[in-house]
T-cell receptor, first 113, second 115 residues
Framework: ETGVTQSPTHLIKTRGQQVTLRCSSQSGHNTVSWYQQALGQGPQFIFQYYREEENGRGNFPPRFSGLQFPNYSSELNVNALELDDSALYLC????????????FGPGTRLLVL | TQLLEQSPQFLSIQEGENLTVYCNSSSVFSSLQWYRQEPGEGPVLLVTVVTGGEVKKLKRLTFQFGDARKDSSLHITAAQPGDTGLYLCAGEDSIMKTSYDKVIFGPGTSLSVIP
C-alpha cells in the first residue's frame, strides 16, 4: 500500500508569483484535505476534496484554489503569493467510512521571499 | 480564532521521567485526536477518542477525553528519546460542523526527551 506523497519537498518563490503543489493520496482513499502549517503552529484547514468536488473550505482567500483528479490525486494552487504564505503545506487523505482517520503526507515547505 | 489550546507549549525532560500534556477548549468536540509530528514529516495519528471520560492506552501513552468532551490529556510514562516530537491535538467541531468533516488543530506541545 502506497502512502501519501507530496511534491515538491521544498520550494522558494517571490511575492506575486503563483505556485502549484501536488499530492498523491493513499491507495483506496477518495478524500483529500489540504492544510497550512505556519512555523510553531498547528495545521490550519484550507479545503477538502471528495470525488473531484470541493467538499468544504476553511478561512482562506480565493487565491487558494485546488483540484482533484479522477485518480484522487490533488493540486493546491496559490496565486499572488504573499510573504505570510510561507509555511509547510500538508495534504491528508482518508477513506470512505473512516472519516476521522487521515493519513498525512510529509508536506511541501514553501518559502516566499 | 484558536479553538483548541495546548499546554505546555514546550517541554524538555530527562529520559525516564513521566509527563502530561493538555488540550483544552471551550467548545464541545464529537471526537478528538492526538498526533505526533517529527521534523520534516507530516503528523501521524496516535489515537482517536470519542466518548466523554474515555481512556485509551497505547504502550506507555495514556489518553483521556474529558467528561464534557471539551478537553483531553496525554500522559507518557518513562519517556524515551524516541518520544521527542510535536504533539498535536485535533478536534472535530460538533457545533461548527457543516457538510464536511472539519478538523481543528491545536498549536501543539513540543517535547524534547534528553538521553
Amino acid at each position: 500500500e502506497t502512502g501519501v506523497t507530496q511534491s515538491p519537498t521544498h520550494l522558494i518563490k517571490t511575492r506575486g508569483q503563483q505556485v502549484t503543489l501536488r499530492c498523491s493520496s493513499q491507495s483506496g482513499h477518495n478524500t483529500v484535505s489540504w492544510y497550512q502549517q505556519a512555523l510553531g503552529q498547528g495545521p490550519q484547514f484550507i479545503f477538502q476534496y471528495y470525488r473531484e468536488e470541493e467538499n468544504g473550505r476553511g478561512n482562506f482567500p480565493p487565491r487558494f484554489s485546488g483540484l482533484q483528479f479522477p485518480n484522487y490525486s490533488s493540486e493546491l494552487n496559490v496565486n499572488a503569493l504573499e510573504l505570510d504564505d510561507s509555511a509547510l503545506y500538508l495534504c491528508a487523505s482518508s477513506s470512505p467510512g473512516a472519516r476521522e482517520t487521515q493519513y498525512f503526507g510529509p508536506g511541501t515547505r514553501l518559502l516566499v521571499l | 480564532t484558536q479553538l483548541l489550546e495546548q499546554s505546555p507549549q514546550f517541554l524538555s525532560i530527562q529520559e525516564g521521567e513521566n509527563l502530561t500534556v493538555y488540550c483544552n477548549s471551550s467548545s464541545v468536540f464529537s471526537s478528538l485526536q492526538w498526533y505526533r509530528q517529527e521534523p520534516g514529516e507530516g503528523p501521524v495519528l496516535l489515537v482517536t477518542v470519542v466518548t466523554g471520560g474515555e481512556v485509551k492506552k497505547l504502550k506507555r501513552l495514556t489518553f483521556q477525553f474529558g467528561d464534557a468532551r471539551k478537553d483531553s490529556s496525554l500522559h507518557i510514562t518513562a519517556a524515551q528519546p524516541g518520544d521527542t516530537g510535536l504533539y498535536l491535538c485535533a478536534g472535530e467541531d460538533s457545533i461548527m460542523k457543516t457538510s464536511y468533516d472539519k478538523v481543528i488543530f491545536g498549536p501543539g506541545t513540543s517535547l524534547s526527551v534528553i538521553p
